[in-house]
C-alpha cells in the first residue's frame, strides 16, 4: 500500500467517523438536524434509536478500512469501499439528495480507483 491509498483509505474512514458522530450523538442536536434535513426536533427524537443504529454500521465501516491500513489489505479495503460506494449510491437514489453521493460515494470511488491502479 503506497501513502496516496493508505491517505484515501484514510479519508473515507474519517468520514465514517464523522458520520457515527453526527447519528449516534448529534442527532437530535441542531448540528444533525440540519445536517441531514430532519424536518423537526419531534421527528429526530422519535428516529433517534435508528440513527444510532446507523451511526453504528458507519464505525464498523471505519474500523473495518482502518483495520485493512494496518493490515495492508488491499482486498478487505477495497471490499469496503465497495460497501460504501453502494451505500452512497442507494441513499442518493433514496433521498433524492445529489450531495449525498458527492460526500460518501466519491471518495470512495477514488480510492477504489487509486487502489486497483497499484
Same mark, same amino acid.
Given at each position: 500500500?503506497?501513502?496516496?491509498?493508505?491517505?484515501?483509505?484514510?479519508?473515507?474512514?474519517?468520514?465514517?467517523?464523522?458520520?457515527?458522530?453526527?447519528?449516534?450523538?448529534?442527532?437530535?442536536?441542531?448540528?444533525? /438536524?440540519?445536517?441531514?434535513? %430532519? $424536518?423537526?426536533?419531534? #421527528?429526530?427524537?422519535?428516529?433517534? =434509536?435508528? &440513527?444510532?443504529?446507523? @451511526?453504528?454500521?458507519?464505525?464498523?465501516?471505519?474500523?473495518?478500512?482502518?483495520?485493512? /491500513?494496518?493490515?495492508?489489505? %488491499? $482486498?478487505?479495503?477495497? #471490499?469496503?469501499?465497495?460497501?460504501? =460506494?453502494? &451505500?452512497?449510491?442507494? @441513499?442518493?437514489?433514496?433521498?433524492?439528495?445529489?450531495?449525498?453521493?458527492?460526500?460518501?460515494?466519491?471518495?470512495?470511488? %477514488?480510492?477504489?480507483?487509486?487502489?486497483?491502479?497499484?
Amino acid at each position: 500500500m503506497n501513502a496516496l491509498v493508505i491517505f484515501l483509505i484514510a479519508i473515507v474512514a474519517f468520514e465514517h467517523i464523522y458520520f457515527l458522530i453526527l447519528e449516534m450523538f448529534f442527532w437530535t442536536k441542531p448540528k444533525g /438536524i440540519k445536517t441531514f434535513g %430532519l $424536518k423537526s426536533k419531534t #421527528f429526530a427524537e422519535e428516529t433517534k =434509536i435508528l &440513527a444510532a443504529n446507523q @451511526g453504528l454500521y458507519n464505525g464498523f465501516l471505519a474500523a473495518g478500512l482502518l483495520f485493512s /491500513i494496518v493490515e495492508r489489505d %488491499l $482486498k478487505m479495503a477495497s #471490499f469496503l469501499l465497495i460497501c460504501v =460506494i453502494i &451505500a452512497g449510491i442507494y @441513499g442518493t437514489y433514496t433521498t433524492k439528495n445529489r450531495k449525498l453521493f458527492y460526500i460518501q460515494a466519491v471518495p470512495a470511488i %477514488l480510492a477504489v480507483i487509486v487502489t486497483l491502479i497499484n
